[in-house]
Protein backbone atom coordinates (compact mmCIF):
# COMPACT_ATOMS: atom_id res chain seq x y z
CA UNK A 1 0.00 0.00 0.00
CA UNK A 2 1.30 3.65 -0.76
CA UNK A 3 2.31 5.21 1.88
CA UNK A 4 1.58 9.33 2.39
CA UNK A 5 5.06 9.94 1.20
CA UNK A 6 4.86 8.38 -1.87
CA UNK A 7 1.66 9.79 -2.54
CA UNK A 8 2.96 13.31 -2.12
CA UNK A 9 5.65 12.58 -4.24
CA UNK A 10 3.21 11.25 -7.21
CA UNK A 11 1.19 14.08 -6.93
CA UNK A 12 4.42 16.58 -6.92
CA UNK A 13 5.63 14.91 -10.02
CA UNK A 14 2.35 15.05 -11.63
CA UNK A 15 1.97 18.98 -10.77
CA UNK A 16 5.44 19.34 -12.07
CA UNK A 17 5.33 17.81 -15.26
CA UNK A 18 1.87 19.72 -15.80
CA UNK A 19 3.08 23.01 -14.93
CA UNK A 20 6.86 22.19 -17.47
CA UNK A 21 4.22 21.69 -20.34
CA UNK A 22 2.13 24.43 -19.44
CA UNK A 23 5.30 26.77 -19.38
CA UNK A 24 7.21 25.10 -22.68
CA UNK A 25 3.59 25.33 -24.73
CA UNK A 26 3.16 29.15 -24.11
CA UNK A 27 6.71 29.73 -25.29
CA UNK A 28 6.12 27.71 -28.04
CA UNK A 29 2.68 29.30 -28.52
CA UNK A 30 4.35 33.24 -28.46
CA UNK A 31 5.25 32.51 -32.81
CA UNK A 32 1.33 33.05 -33.33
CA UNK A 33 1.35 32.62 -36.77
CA UNK A 34 3.17 28.85 -36.47
CA UNK A 35 0.61 25.88 -37.72
CA UNK A 36 1.26 24.36 -34.39
CA UNK A 37 0.79 27.36 -32.45
CA UNK A 38 -2.76 27.98 -34.46
CA UNK A 39 -3.69 24.32 -33.79
CA UNK A 40 -3.07 24.96 -30.13
CA UNK A 41 -4.99 28.16 -29.68
CA UNK A 42 -7.75 27.46 -31.77
CA UNK A 43 -8.17 23.65 -31.14
CA UNK A 44 -6.87 22.55 -28.41
CA UNK A 45 -7.09 25.51 -25.61
CA UNK A 46 -10.77 26.02 -25.02
CA UNK A 47 -10.51 27.99 -21.63
CA UNK A 48 -7.99 30.19 -23.34
CA UNK A 49 -4.81 28.94 -21.00
CA UNK A 50 -2.16 29.36 -23.38
CA UNK A 51 -1.10 33.06 -23.36
CA UNK A 52 -0.03 35.56 -26.36
CA UNK A 53 2.55 37.80 -24.17
CA UNK A 54 2.79 40.26 -27.38
CA UNK A 55 0.88 43.20 -26.07
CA UNK A 56 0.70 46.33 -28.27
CA UNK A 57 3.35 44.65 -30.68
CA UNK A 58 4.12 43.94 -33.49
CA UNK A 59 1.23 46.17 -34.49
CA UNK A 60 0.61 49.05 -31.82
CA UNK A 61 -3.55 49.31 -31.73
CA UNK A 62 -3.70 52.70 -33.38
CA UNK A 63 -7.12 52.85 -34.24
CA UNK A 64 -10.59 53.87 -33.14
CA UNK A 65 -13.22 51.61 -34.28
CA UNK A 66 -16.89 52.27 -35.11
CA UNK A 67 -19.81 49.98 -35.73
CA UNK A 68 -22.64 51.93 -37.86
CA UNK A 69 -25.90 50.57 -39.41
CA UNK A 70 -28.29 52.01 -41.28
CA UNK A 71 -31.96 50.65 -41.95
CA UNK A 72 -33.26 50.07 -46.00
CA UNK A 73 -36.70 51.83 -46.31
CA UNK A 74 -37.69 51.05 -49.63
CA UNK A 75 -35.40 50.33 -52.10
CA UNK A 76 -33.71 53.82 -53.07
CA UNK A 77 -34.45 55.70 -49.43
CA UNK A 78 -31.89 54.45 -46.75
CA UNK A 79 -32.07 56.02 -43.28
CA UNK A 80 -29.55 57.84 -41.39
CA UNK A 81 -26.09 56.15 -40.20
CA UNK A 82 -26.34 55.56 -36.39
CA UNK A 83 -23.40 54.38 -34.27
CA UNK A 84 -23.62 51.86 -31.60
CA UNK A 85 -22.00 53.75 -28.59
CA UNK A 86 -18.91 51.97 -28.29
CA UNK A 87 -15.72 54.40 -28.87
CA UNK A 88 -16.81 56.31 -25.91
CA UNK A 89 -14.38 58.68 -24.19
CA UNK A 90 -13.02 57.15 -20.51
CA UNK A 91 -13.63 58.32 -17.30
CA UNK A 92 -11.46 60.10 -14.79
CA UNK A 93 -12.04 57.11 -12.77
CA UNK A 94 -11.14 54.64 -15.09
CA UNK A 95 -7.81 53.83 -13.65
CA UNK A 96 -9.75 51.68 -11.15
CA UNK A 97 -13.22 51.16 -12.41
CA UNK A 98 -13.39 50.82 -16.22
CA UNK A 99 -16.20 48.89 -17.16
CA UNK A 100 -16.31 50.26 -20.78
CA UNK A 101 -13.16 48.54 -21.72
CA UNK A 102 -14.95 45.13 -22.08
CA UNK A 103 -17.33 46.33 -25.30
CA UNK A 104 -14.28 48.00 -26.53
CA UNK A 105 -12.10 44.88 -26.41
CA UNK A 106 -14.58 42.76 -27.69
CA UNK A 107 -15.27 45.01 -30.61
CA UNK A 108 -11.55 45.71 -30.78
CA UNK A 109 -11.21 41.41 -31.14
CA UNK A 110 -13.68 40.90 -33.21
CA UNK A 111 -13.20 43.66 -35.94
CA UNK A 112 -9.06 42.28 -35.82
CA UNK A 113 -10.42 38.94 -36.17
CA UNK A 114 -12.44 39.77 -39.30
CA UNK A 115 -10.05 41.99 -40.93
CA UNK A 116 -7.66 39.38 -40.36
CA UNK A 117 -9.86 36.51 -41.89
CA UNK A 118 -11.10 38.95 -45.10
CA UNK A 119 -7.94 37.62 -47.12
CA UNK A 120 -8.50 34.17 -46.51
CA UNK A 121 -12.59 34.41 -48.27
CA UNK A 122 -10.64 36.40 -51.73
CA UNK A 123 -12.22 34.82 -54.50
CA UNK A 124 -14.93 34.40 -56.81
CA UNK A 125 -18.02 33.57 -53.71
CA UNK A 126 -15.51 33.87 -51.02
CA UNK A 127 -16.87 37.50 -49.40
CA UNK A 128 -20.13 35.90 -49.61
CA UNK A 129 -18.52 32.94 -47.32
CA UNK A 130 -17.56 35.91 -45.25
CA UNK A 131 -20.97 36.32 -43.93
CA UNK A 132 -20.45 33.10 -42.06
CA UNK A 133 -17.61 33.94 -40.20
CA UNK A 134 -17.76 33.85 -36.72
CA UNK A 135 -16.91 37.77 -36.04
CA UNK A 136 -18.99 38.80 -39.14
CA UNK A 137 -22.40 37.27 -37.47
CA UNK A 138 -21.33 38.28 -33.84
CA UNK A 139 -21.11 42.00 -35.86
CA UNK A 140 -24.19 41.28 -37.46
CA UNK A 141 -26.53 39.98 -34.26
CA UNK A 142 -25.59 42.97 -32.34
CA UNK A 143 -26.37 45.31 -34.84
CA UNK A 144 -29.89 43.06 -35.68
CA UNK A 145 -30.47 44.31 -32.22
CA UNK A 146 -30.65 47.39 -31.49
CA UNK A 147 -33.68 49.85 -31.85
CA UNK A 148 -35.10 50.31 -34.91
CA UNK A 149 -37.44 53.45 -35.80
CA UNK A 150 -37.83 53.29 -39.57
CA UNK A 151 -40.19 49.76 -39.30
CA UNK A 152 -37.55 48.31 -42.02
CA UNK A 153 -36.67 44.94 -41.89
CA UNK A 154 -33.62 45.20 -43.88
CA UNK A 155 -30.11 46.72 -42.04
CA UNK A 156 -27.27 47.20 -42.92
CA UNK A 157 -23.47 48.02 -41.26
CA UNK A 158 -20.12 49.29 -41.64
CA UNK A 159 -16.78 49.04 -39.53
CA UNK A 160 -14.84 51.93 -39.40
CA UNK A 161 -11.62 52.85 -38.10
CA UNK A 162 -10.88 56.91 -36.96
CA UNK A 163 -7.28 57.67 -35.64
CA UNK A 164 -8.71 59.20 -32.22
CA UNK A 165 -7.98 62.74 -30.84
CA UNK A 166 -5.07 63.70 -33.14
CA UNK A 167 -7.11 63.43 -36.52
CA UNK A 168 -3.57 62.89 -38.13
CA UNK A 169 -5.29 60.10 -40.95
CA UNK A 170 -9.28 60.64 -42.58
CA UNK A 171 -11.50 58.04 -40.85
CA UNK A 172 -11.88 54.88 -43.37
CA UNK A 173 -14.32 52.14 -44.03
CA UNK A 174 -13.15 48.59 -43.10
CA UNK A 175 -16.30 46.59 -44.46
CA UNK A 176 -19.64 47.24 -45.35
CA UNK A 177 -21.67 45.16 -45.40
CA UNK A 178 -24.55 44.25 -47.81
CA UNK A 179 -28.42 44.43 -46.62
CA UNK A 180 -29.25 41.50 -44.65
CA UNK A 181 -32.77 40.55 -43.22
CA UNK A 182 -33.41 41.76 -39.62
CA UNK B 1 13.07 36.81 3.58
CA UNK B 2 9.32 36.06 3.48
CA UNK B 3 8.18 33.17 3.93
CA UNK B 4 6.98 30.81 0.87
CA UNK B 5 3.31 30.77 2.85
CA UNK B 6 3.13 34.81 3.03
CA UNK B 7 4.87 34.71 -0.01
CA UNK B 8 1.68 32.84 -1.49
CA UNK B 9 -0.58 34.81 0.46
CA UNK B 10 -0.03 38.09 -0.70
CA UNK B 11 0.12 36.69 -4.08
CA UNK B 12 -3.78 35.47 -3.25
CA UNK B 13 -4.75 39.07 -1.40
CA UNK B 14 -3.48 40.92 -4.51
CA UNK B 15 -5.11 38.87 -7.06
CA UNK B 16 -8.16 38.70 -5.27
CA UNK B 17 -8.51 43.04 -5.30
CA UNK B 18 -8.02 42.97 -8.98
CA UNK B 19 -10.21 39.98 -9.98
CA UNK B 20 -13.54 41.68 -7.31
CA UNK B 21 -12.74 44.86 -9.40
CA UNK B 22 -13.16 42.92 -12.58
CA UNK B 23 -16.14 40.36 -11.70
CA UNK B 24 -17.83 43.97 -10.62
CA UNK B 25 -16.92 45.34 -14.22
CA UNK B 26 -18.43 42.57 -15.76
CA UNK B 27 -21.68 42.36 -13.49
CA UNK B 28 -21.95 46.15 -14.83
CA UNK B 29 -21.79 44.74 -18.23
CA UNK B 30 -23.87 41.57 -17.50
CA UNK B 31 -25.79 42.89 -20.54
CA UNK B 32 -23.26 41.79 -22.72
CA UNK B 33 -24.04 38.27 -22.71
CA UNK B 34 -28.24 38.89 -22.89
CA UNK B 35 -29.51 37.61 -26.41
CA UNK B 36 -28.68 40.72 -27.59
CA UNK B 37 -25.53 41.34 -26.63
CA UNK B 38 -22.38 41.09 -28.08
CA UNK B 39 -21.19 38.18 -26.48
CA UNK B 40 -24.99 36.16 -27.17
CA UNK B 41 -24.87 32.56 -26.76
CA UNK B 42 -26.68 32.29 -29.44
CA UNK B 43 -23.85 33.27 -32.03
CA UNK B 44 -21.28 32.16 -29.33
CA UNK B 45 -22.17 28.85 -29.53
CA UNK B 46 -21.26 28.33 -33.00
CA UNK B 47 -17.79 28.55 -32.20
CA UNK B 48 -18.33 24.91 -30.76
CA UNK B 49 -18.86 21.89 -32.91
CA UNK B 50 -21.67 19.89 -32.86
CA UNK B 51 -20.00 16.68 -30.99
CA UNK B 52 -19.17 19.22 -28.40
CA UNK B 53 -22.81 19.61 -27.35
CA UNK B 54 -22.59 16.34 -26.59
CA UNK B 55 -19.48 16.22 -24.33
CA UNK B 56 -18.75 17.21 -20.90
CA UNK B 57 -18.74 20.64 -21.20
CA UNK B 58 -22.44 20.86 -22.86
CA UNK B 59 -23.93 21.30 -18.98
CA UNK B 60 -21.67 24.48 -19.06
CA UNK B 61 -23.46 25.76 -21.89
CA UNK B 62 -27.20 26.21 -20.07
CA UNK B 63 -25.34 28.59 -17.69
CA UNK B 64 -23.75 31.31 -20.39
CA UNK B 65 -26.62 33.41 -20.56
CA UNK B 66 -27.13 36.87 -18.22
CA UNK B 67 -28.73 35.38 -15.84
CA UNK B 68 -26.50 32.34 -15.64
CA UNK B 69 -23.68 34.41 -15.84
CA UNK B 70 -24.97 36.74 -13.55
CA UNK B 71 -24.93 33.78 -10.97
CA UNK B 72 -21.44 32.66 -11.81
CA UNK B 73 -19.97 36.35 -11.13
CA UNK B 74 -21.92 36.70 -8.17
CA UNK B 75 -20.21 33.46 -6.70
CA UNK B 76 -17.00 34.20 -7.86
CA UNK B 77 -17.61 37.43 -5.88
CA UNK B 78 -18.46 35.66 -2.49
CA UNK B 79 -15.37 33.36 -3.16
CA UNK B 80 -13.13 36.09 -3.36
CA UNK B 81 -14.66 37.43 0.32
CA UNK B 82 -14.64 33.58 1.67
CA UNK B 83 -11.08 34.08 0.97
CA UNK B 84 -10.67 36.96 3.68
CA UNK B 85 -11.55 34.73 6.46
CA UNK B 86 -10.03 31.44 5.00
CA UNK B 87 -5.81 31.41 3.96
CA UNK B 88 -4.74 29.01 1.18
CA UNK B 89 -3.49 27.00 3.23
CA UNK B 90 -5.99 25.87 5.16
CA UNK B 91 -8.41 23.42 3.40
CA UNK B 92 -11.48 25.76 2.96
CA UNK B 93 -9.16 28.16 1.55
CA UNK B 94 -7.67 25.86 -0.96
CA UNK B 95 -11.20 24.51 -1.79
CA UNK B 96 -12.22 28.32 -2.35
CA UNK B 97 -9.36 29.02 -4.72
CA UNK B 98 -10.85 25.55 -6.58
CA UNK B 99 -13.89 27.02 -6.65
CA UNK B 100 -12.72 30.22 -7.90
CA UNK B 101 -10.44 28.20 -11.13
CA UNK B 102 -13.52 26.89 -12.21
CA UNK B 103 -15.82 29.95 -12.41
CA UNK B 104 -12.49 31.77 -14.19
CA UNK B 105 -12.97 28.58 -16.55
CA UNK B 106 -16.13 28.57 -17.00
CA UNK B 107 -16.35 32.43 -17.85
CA UNK B 108 -13.20 31.66 -20.10
CA UNK B 109 -16.03 29.53 -22.80
CA UNK B 110 -17.83 32.66 -23.43
CA UNK B 111 -15.38 35.52 -23.37
CA UNK B 112 -12.86 34.11 -26.23
CA UNK B 113 -13.24 38.08 -27.96
CA UNK B 114 -12.74 40.68 -25.26
CA UNK B 115 -10.58 39.04 -22.57
CA UNK B 116 -7.14 40.41 -22.18
CA UNK B 117 -3.93 39.12 -21.02
CA UNK B 118 -4.71 40.32 -17.50
CA UNK B 119 -7.44 37.45 -17.20
CA UNK B 120 -4.80 34.89 -18.69
CA UNK B 121 -2.44 36.07 -15.75
CA UNK B 122 -5.48 35.56 -13.46
CA UNK B 123 -6.32 32.47 -14.63
CA UNK B 124 -2.68 30.88 -14.68
CA UNK B 125 -1.87 32.20 -11.02
CA UNK B 126 -5.36 30.81 -9.76
CA UNK B 127 -4.53 27.27 -11.28
CA UNK B 128 -0.83 27.17 -9.92
CA UNK B 129 -1.87 28.55 -6.62
CA UNK B 130 -5.17 25.74 -6.87
CA UNK B 131 -2.51 22.88 -7.66
CA UNK B 132 0.32 23.72 -5.99
CA UNK B 133 -1.43 23.55 -2.45
CA UNK B 134 -2.75 20.20 -2.34
CA UNK B 135 -3.89 18.71 1.28
CA UNK B 136 -2.57 15.39 -0.26
CA UNK B 137 0.83 17.34 -0.37
CA UNK B 138 3.75 17.60 2.35
CA UNK B 139 6.35 20.17 2.63
CA UNK B 140 7.29 23.06 0.51
CA UNK B 141 8.62 21.76 -2.38
CA UNK B 142 5.73 22.26 -4.97
CA UNK B 143 4.67 25.85 -3.46
CA UNK B 144 8.05 26.89 -4.47
CA UNK B 145 7.56 25.50 -7.98
CA UNK B 146 4.46 26.95 -8.48
CA UNK B 147 6.24 30.54 -7.60
CA UNK B 148 9.07 29.88 -9.74
CA UNK B 149 6.29 28.96 -12.46
CA UNK B 150 4.22 32.28 -11.82
CA UNK B 151 7.59 33.97 -11.78
CA UNK B 152 9.03 33.17 -15.49
CA UNK B 153 5.62 33.38 -16.65
CA UNK B 154 5.70 36.74 -15.60
CA UNK B 155 9.34 37.20 -16.69
CA UNK B 156 8.54 35.50 -20.33
CA UNK B 157 5.30 37.63 -21.16
CA UNK B 158 7.47 41.38 -20.52
CA UNK B 159 10.41 39.41 -22.61
CA UNK B 160 8.07 38.20 -24.98
CA UNK B 161 6.24 41.84 -25.20
CA UNK B 162 9.69 43.26 -25.29
CA UNK B 163 11.13 41.41 -28.46
CA UNK B 164 7.78 41.78 -30.11
CA UNK B 165 8.50 45.78 -29.83
CA UNK B 166 11.96 45.13 -31.01
CA UNK B 167 11.15 43.70 -34.21
CA UNK B 168 7.88 46.34 -35.03
CA UNK B 169 8.73 49.53 -37.45
CA UNK B 170 6.39 51.77 -35.40
CA UNK B 171 8.13 50.74 -32.33
CA UNK B 172 11.31 51.48 -33.39
CA UNK B 173 10.55 54.68 -35.25
CA UNK B 174 9.05 55.68 -31.64
CA UNK B 175 5.65 56.32 -32.93
CA UNK B 176 3.71 53.45 -31.54
CA UNK B 177 3.09 55.02 -28.11
CA UNK B 178 1.97 58.81 -29.34
CA UNK B 179 -0.41 56.67 -31.91
CA UNK B 180 -1.61 54.35 -29.05
CA UNK B 181 -2.25 57.11 -26.94
CA UNK B 182 -4.14 59.38 -29.53
CA UNK B 183 -6.94 56.34 -29.85
CA UNK B 184 -10.40 57.08 -27.49
CA UNK B 185 -10.11 53.35 -26.76
CA UNK B 186 -6.74 53.37 -25.17
CA UNK B 187 -5.24 56.55 -24.76
CA UNK B 188 -5.85 60.11 -22.91
CA UNK B 189 -6.32 63.61 -25.05
CA UNK B 190 -3.82 65.41 -23.01
CA UNK B 191 -1.38 62.17 -23.31
CA UNK B 192 -1.61 62.73 -27.38
CA UNK B 193 -1.25 66.02 -27.42
CA UNK B 194 1.82 66.19 -24.65
CA UNK B 195 3.35 63.66 -26.80
CA UNK B 196 2.52 65.25 -30.44
CA UNK B 197 4.22 68.65 -28.72
CA UNK B 198 7.05 66.94 -27.38
CA UNK B 199 8.43 64.23 -29.29
CA UNK B 200 11.11 63.66 -27.12
CA UNK B 201 9.45 61.95 -24.53
CA UNK B 202 7.91 59.54 -26.97
CA UNK B 203 11.14 58.34 -28.22
CA UNK B 204 12.45 58.02 -24.22
CA UNK B 205 8.90 55.91 -23.81
CA UNK B 206 9.27 53.95 -26.44
CA UNK B 207 12.72 53.08 -26.33
CA UNK B 208 12.45 52.63 -22.67
CA UNK B 209 9.45 49.97 -22.52
CA UNK B 210 11.35 47.98 -25.43
CA UNK B 211 14.37 47.88 -23.54
CA UNK B 212 13.40 47.33 -19.97
CA UNK B 213 10.48 44.23 -21.19
CA UNK B 214 13.23 42.74 -23.50
CA UNK B 215 15.45 42.71 -20.26
CA UNK B 216 13.02 42.11 -17.13
CA UNK B 217 13.92 38.23 -16.62
CA UNK B 218 17.25 39.72 -14.88
CA UNK B 219 15.23 40.63 -11.69
CA UNK B 220 15.30 37.02 -11.18
CA UNK B 221 19.52 36.51 -10.98
CA UNK B 222 20.92 40.50 -9.99
CA UNK B 223 21.73 41.44 -6.72
CA UNK B 224 18.28 42.70 -4.98
CA UNK B 225 19.45 46.32 -5.19
CA UNK B 226 19.61 46.28 -8.68
CA UNK B 227 16.56 43.89 -9.53
CA UNK B 228 14.86 46.55 -7.42
CA UNK B 229 15.23 48.56 -10.25
CA UNK B 230 13.17 46.83 -12.67
CA UNK B 231 10.41 46.08 -9.69
CA UNK B 232 9.68 49.35 -9.43
CA UNK B 233 10.23 49.89 -13.55
CA UNK B 234 7.29 47.41 -13.58
CA UNK B 235 5.52 49.26 -10.74
CA UNK B 236 5.50 52.91 -12.21
CA UNK B 237 4.45 50.93 -15.96
CA UNK B 238 1.40 49.16 -15.19
CA UNK B 239 0.21 52.26 -12.84
CA UNK B 240 0.81 54.92 -15.91
CA UNK B 241 -1.02 51.99 -18.09
CA UNK B 242 -4.03 52.26 -15.60
CA UNK B 243 -3.92 56.07 -15.22
CA UNK B 244 -3.38 56.78 -19.20
CA UNK B 245 -5.18 53.20 -20.85
CA UNK B 246 -7.83 52.56 -18.58
CA UNK B 247 -6.02 48.72 -18.08
CA UNK B 248 -6.48 48.69 -14.52
CA UNK B 249 -7.09 45.14 -14.50
CA UNK B 250 -3.26 44.40 -15.37
CA UNK B 251 -2.06 46.53 -12.68
CA UNK B 252 -3.84 43.70 -10.26
CA UNK B 253 -2.77 40.60 -12.26
CA UNK B 254 0.62 41.45 -12.55
CA UNK B 255 1.44 42.97 -9.14
CA UNK B 256 0.18 39.54 -7.88
CA UNK B 257 2.88 37.97 -9.67
CA UNK B 258 6.08 39.92 -8.23
CA UNK B 259 5.71 38.69 -4.69
CA UNK B 260 6.58 35.48 -6.57
CA UNK B 261 10.04 37.19 -8.48
CA UNK B 262 11.21 38.49 -4.95
CA UNK B 263 11.26 34.98 -3.72
CA UNK B 264 12.94 33.69 -6.76
CA UNK B 265 15.12 36.50 -6.47
CA UNK B 266 16.02 35.82 -2.89
CA UNK B 267 16.41 32.16 -3.60
CA UNK B 268 18.85 32.59 -6.15
CA UNK B 269 20.73 35.07 -4.50
CA UNK B 270 21.10 32.82 -1.38
CA UNK B 271 22.09 29.62 -3.43
CA UNK B 272 25.43 31.40 -4.64
Known sequence: MASPTDIST????????????????????QFRYTKFSGYIRHTVDVFGLIPLWTFFAPNPGKSDYHLLYRDKIDEDIHGDWEEMDITEERSLWSWCWNPDKRDKKILADVIQSLVASIPHYKGDKGYDLLMFSMPYLIVLHAVSHCKCNSGSVQRQFMLAETSGYLKETSPSVILLSVFHQI | MTSIIETNQLILMILSVGLFISTLEYIKKIQIFSPTGLLSWNVMQLRWEKKDHNSFFSPMFKLFNEKGLAIIFGLRCLIILGLLFYPLETTYGWILV???GCSLLASSMITFYGSDG???MNMLIIITLFLCHSPLVEGTRLATLGLWFIGLQTCLSYTVAGIAKLVSKEWRASTAIKDVFSTKTYGSRWAAVLLKKYPGINVFLCWNVMIMETLFPLCLILPFNYALIFIIWGFIFHLLTAIIMGLNSFFWSFMAAYPALFYINHQIQHLF
Open chain 1, 10 to 29: IYESIIASILGIWFLLTILC
Open chain 2, 98 to 100: GLL
Open chain 2, 118 to 120: SDQ
